[in-house]
């Protein structure tokens, strides 16, 4: 046997503690790098699902508005992350195999979602976009979701410490899809997209696509080739895509209910179009859920320059120039007027100013409004358009300019946009007010709901003086709802004011001019401001009246679908 060995030989060297220290470091990072990769990758991943999921939710809006249309948007993406995020061992089998279905799914969803409109009658837009998005968006979000999970998970697994895996891997994802919750709802990457143009590239169909495609080929399938009829279907042979042919395709449906489209564009506001109404002989726009105005067509041996309109409101709005104070003290009639209109629509009260000779500024926020109203409605180009935010066009000239008359009618989509009630932006319109002008404030809602009250208070809060006008006389019984348009006349100063009586020249020639200039269905203010509690519109607290703004926006589908057919918002 040999000597044995020394207690001190024997002794295995202990590491010093910098030895240690710096082992420990460059063990932390060789696990810190890859799950970091690895979690930024799967970030990205469920962003671009969120951000895909909206882009889609976004084509529900001319089948049931942007309110009733994104009403679960939010709460089915939370609910999809939440099951896929916390319940990544869901998903049996590999990341693979998931991701081959997802491919497929991703690029026959819309042909589904598409499918669903003609069913949005009979299910109402409480129904049609929980259904709608259940078979499309949640599915979609959950799955890719899931999968990003998993292959997330996976390299977790493989990088990680043995008594740290169990820990790692349940933690990390469920941190991911909450961040990505809260980003994705705060931003959109979609949002820069600007939808201006005819042509189907430039279409919500397209964006889908463009985000959707590249996301199927990342894993790709032999199943692909499952998807070519669905897109062919949705891209070729349906009414929903932007292109010459499948304009015709519409056309060929319309005709069977007495339609006919003009125009059509995707743009800022939303999907706009211009459709004649064959059978009754009149022309609307309609922005969504919505219809942003009519005329009626023109009848052979009709000499006048400016069509009849088929909605009596817009005619009403035009009796600013009609207003006078009871003071006795009277406007010059020689000196030539100034009027800001904020909110196009076909242009029917901008158009009688023109015609009056009142020199006329118009801030609409969507170029294709405005371009359509020009070129099929008759819009007279002599007149200062202002394509821009109102927001920021009365921020910057409140101190500047003055007009002696002031419209504001920006109701579209089932709602009225919130900013532009405000007490703020009300106070600017007031400061670009003349002395003697009147501005004239259209409100299209349910008087009998908090948000009517709200806004109603908040322009009384900021104007002086007021005369609340119908658009019709109210019913006798009061029922649970009462849709109609409010026209608030406004002055800057108090005292009270009358309309003078119309003449032959404020007519324009217009039999709806003689019948509906003159106000007539005037209401008292006291009723409707005083229920729902005291609270205005303010800047910084408009969440009372956005939440409100639900019950309205479902009444102002029905009775859009009460004015054109189903088959017709349907079918875009």
Known sequence: MGPKPSKKESTTKKPSLIESSSSGRD??????GPIILASFRTFCHIYLILETSGVLNSLLFPAYGSIPGSRYQKALDLTALVISGSTYSLWRGSAQAWSQILSVFLLSI????????????????NAGPLFAGLVTSFPVTMVATGVANKRLAHNLLLSGRAKQKRIIVGLIPRLITTTVALVAHKTSISGFFVLHGTLFVRSKLALYYLLAIPQALYTPSKFLVLVVVPMMHSIVFSSYTLLPHSNNILNGTLQDFGYSLVARQESNTGYISVLDNVKDGFRVMRCDHSLLGGEWLPQPGYEHNLREPVYAIFVMLEAVRLAQPDSGVQEDQG????????????GTTPAALVAHGVRTTVVEIDPVVHDFATRFFRLPSNHTPVIQDAVVFVNQNRYKARYDYIIHDVFTGGAEPIDLFTVEFLQGLKDMLDEQGIVAINYAGDLQLQSASMVIRTVLFVFPSCRLFREDAAAVEIS???????VMFCRKTAGSFG???????????SQARQYHLLPQYEVDPTYLITRHGEDVVRKNNT??????????ALGHWKVMRSVVPDTVWEKW
């Open 335 to 346: 000196l030539p007027k100034n009027a800001l209109v904020v909110g196009l629509g076909i």
């Open 110 to 125: 819309p042909t589904v979602l598409l499918y669903s409109f003609r069913y949005s009658g009979r299910l109402g837009p």
């Open 499 to 509: 309309f003078r009586k119309p003449t032959r020249a404020d007519f324009l020639g």
């Open 27 to 32: 063990s932390v990072k060789t696990i810190m």
């Open 480 to 486: 649970e709802t009462d849709f109609t348009n409010l």
């Open 543 to 552: 969440h009372e009246l956005a939440k409100t703004q639900m019950e309205s």
